[in-house]
């Protein structure tokens, strides 16, 4: 397995609080994502992370912000929770741009908001 | 845009079948296009990564196939066991993101 740690694994949490979910590596990729997974609309990037204090959007960032101030380490935080936010989120690792090699997920993190 | 479809949604063989799972893909400009296997409950595990200057790829009983022109791949399992059911997912990169289809969910009945 690759060294990916997600924490928590689960969480519920009621509307209008922050959370912040963090991903953890030990195989010094220069390459982070987050995404969400969701019925019906597969697994879709919210941003990714390409070194140390260097990220991006991506196609569902809104209310969503992340944070990486080490290697080892990228966060993401729902500023304000929503109940659409609740679903399954995976974080992925990667050495390369454009993913030219294998690309690594984490065990996930269930996220409900009441 | 790039989208990706899996047909078909679910599929369910007893064992010992041979099957046949299909990814197509809008934009055929690809670097490469992986598959992935999702357990229950559990992250991604990628099972193939195909580059775009390859036709096929095998990992024991998967092969892969890749034909860019058509923009179509598809995973083939052999003899199918209870163990291969899972969600089947592939995808694409699409700018510095993967795009992913929705996945076809295989049930192998003993």
């Known amino acids: 397995d690759a060294g990916i740690t997600q924490s928590p694994r689960h969480k519920v949490t009621e509307t209008g609080t922050p959370v912040t979910l963090r991903c953890h590596q030990t195989?010094?990729?220069?390459?982070m994502y987050w995404y969400r997974q969701d019925p019906g609309h597969g697994l879709r990037l919210i941003h990714y992370?390409?070194?140390?204090?260097?990220?991006d959007k991506g196609e569902v960032s809104d209310g969503y912000s992340v944070s990486r101030s080490k290697t080892e380490d990228f966060l993401l935080t729902l500023e304000s929770a929503t109940s659409s936010q609740t679903s399954v989120y995976f974080c992925?690792?990667?050495?390369?741009?454009?993913?030219?090699?294998?690309?690594?997920f984490g065990e996930g993190s269930w996220l409900t908001v009441v | 845009k790039q989208e990706v479809t899996q047909i078909p949604a679910a599929l369910s063989v007893p064992e010992g079948e041979n099957l046949v799972l299909n990814c197509s893909f809008t934009?055929?400009?690809?670097?490469?296009l992986q598959w992935f296997r999702q357990d229950p409950g559990k992250g991604l595990t990628s099972l193939l990564l195909?580059?775009?200057?390859?036709r096929e790829q095998t990992s024991g009983r998967l092969n892969a196939s890749l034909d860019k022109s058509s923009g179509r791949s598809t995973l083939y399992i052999a003899a199918s066991q209870p163990g291969d059911s899972a969600t089947y997912l592939c995808?694409?990169?699409?700018?510095?993101?993967?795009?992913f289809g929705a996945g076809t969910i295989l049930r192998v009945k003993s």
């Open positions: 992925a690792i990667s050495e390369l741009r454009d993913q030219a090699n294998t690309i690594y």
């Open positions: 195989e010094n990729h220069r390459y």
């Open positions: 992370s390409y070194g140390v204090k260097d990220t």
């Open positions: 934009d055929s400009a690809i670097y490469n």
């Open positions: 195909i580059q775009s200057s390859q």
């Open positions: 995808a694409v990169p699409y700018g510095n993101k993967l795009v």
